[in-house]
């Protein structure tokens, strides 16, 4: 079987092995340059925390860079090191408040209501199409107060970008073509009509005089926008085909509703959205385990450390009482994810609202499908009964 099948079917299985053999792996990246494949949690961690492990595309010298964007849409956190990192993630963070958050659980939970309600008290469904993803679309569109006639589903973009289809090249070109004319609209709108939401404050944010320019407020909401929903949803989607396979688990969480935000934690570490950290390149020679040479690319691997059994206890078994410390699925360090309350806040109340909802849910007699991507972990379709 091919290895990127392997690593698709049961990425923890490969890692494991990967783990036992040697810390860190050279590899061809997608456009077949090299690579490092760093496996081990204190490595991970480690590198996650290290100035000399950038995120700066400019000290790339033969290693993979990941997909191409136009300048609108590059000038992003997730291509920047301090100083720019610092200064764009303090405007930002003025406005991406725990207080604005809060504001959504309201909203979060009423919409994940009408949602599960419109499905009837029994019957088929995919969770992901009916639920995770129209729930996350929702959320972050509000956040940032995307107007209804500009809201669309945005996983034909993030498919095309992060899981390209071989027998379609152009289709990656095309969705950032259609996300430049979207979110060129989108902010022009807003400009027009500013309101009380995330958008509106990006557009005014202001520092010392300092404020965000044309490139990085585009790049910005870009990121907001396609991150917060390409790992919510698939957050929300992995933990409930998690707790569908650990019935005991799931149990637990209907008798005692207060174990959710453990829970939530356990089930991000346990089958998190992503396989790997946005890719970062050595400023100079790395000893990680094995040197890695200056100027070449290194993939952390926040899945392959999150079941180290150097860290945690059998990590390969479920339990959403155990201490979930130093998880690594959000990140860590300057790069922690900016939306991690968000994440948090939209993942329990999806859970507890389908665990109260959908008493009798089960897995269908289907096989889950997971999405072909060596970088994320998501399902393409969740079947259930209920």
């Known amino acids: 079987m091919d290895p990127a099948d392997d690593l698709i079917k049961d ?9 036992s053999t040697s810390p860190v792996h050279p590899i061809a990246g997608p456009d077949g340059t090299t690579a ?26 033969d290693g993979y860079t990941g997909f191409a964007l136009p300048p609108a849409l590059d000038a992003n956190l997730l291509n920047m090191d301090p100083p720019d990192h610092t200064r764009i993630r303090r405007l930002v963070s003025r406005a991406f408040t725990p ?79 259609a996300m430049l004319g979207f979110f060129t609209e989108l902010l022009a709108d807003k400009r027009q009509q ?44 992995n933990a409930a085909l998690t707790l569908l396979q650990h019935p005991e688990q799931m149990a637990l969480l209907r008798e005692d509703p207060t174990r959710l935000p453990g829970a939530v934690e356990e089930l991000a570490r346990f ?59 959000l990140g860590l360090g300057i790069h922690y994810c900016l939306g991690a309350t968000l994440a948090r806040t939209e993942a329990e109340i999806a859970l507890q609202t389908l665990l109260a909802r959908l008493p009798g849910l089960q897995l269908a007699d289907v096989e889950p499908q997971w999405r072909p991507s060596l970088r994320s972990r998501s399902l393409t379709a969740l079947p259930v009964s209920y």
């Open 271 to 329: 089958e998190g959205p992503a396989l790997l950290a946005i890719r970062r390149f050595a400023t100079e020679d790395l000893m990680l385990g094995v040197t890695v040479p200056a100027g070449q690319t290194v993939l952390l691997s926040l899945a392959s450390a999150n079941h180290d059994p150097e860290h945690f206890e059998n990590p390969d078994r479920l339990d959403i009482g155990r201490d979930h410390t130093g998880h690594l699925a």
């Open 194 to 237: 500013p309101a009380d939401d995330l958008l509106s404050d990006l557009i005014s944010v202001r520092e010392a005089g300092d404020a965000l320019s044309e490139d990085e407020l585009m790049s910005l909401t870009f990121l907001i926008l396609l991150a917060g929903f390409e790992n919510t949803v698939h957050l929300i989607g």
């Open 99 to 177: 207080s604005r958050i809060q504001q959504l659980r309201g909203p979060i939970r009423k919409t994940a209501d009408q949602l599960l309600e419109a499905l009837g008290e029994h019957g088929h469904t995919d969770l992901i199409a009916s639920y995770a993803a129209p729930l996350s679309i929702t959320v972050i569109c509000d956040l940032l107060g995307v107007p209804d006639r500009h809201r669309v589903d945005f996983r034909g973009w993030t498919n095309a970008l992060i899981a390209p289809d071989p027998a379609h090249p152009a289709a990656a070109r095309d969705a950032i073509a």
């Open 11 to 19: 990425p923890y299985r490969v890692y494991q092995r990967l783990r």
């Open 36 to 61: 490092w494949l760093v496996t081990r949690y204190d490595d991970v961690r480690q590198a996650l925390l290290d100035p000399r492990v950038s995120l700066d595309k400019r000290h790339s010298t």
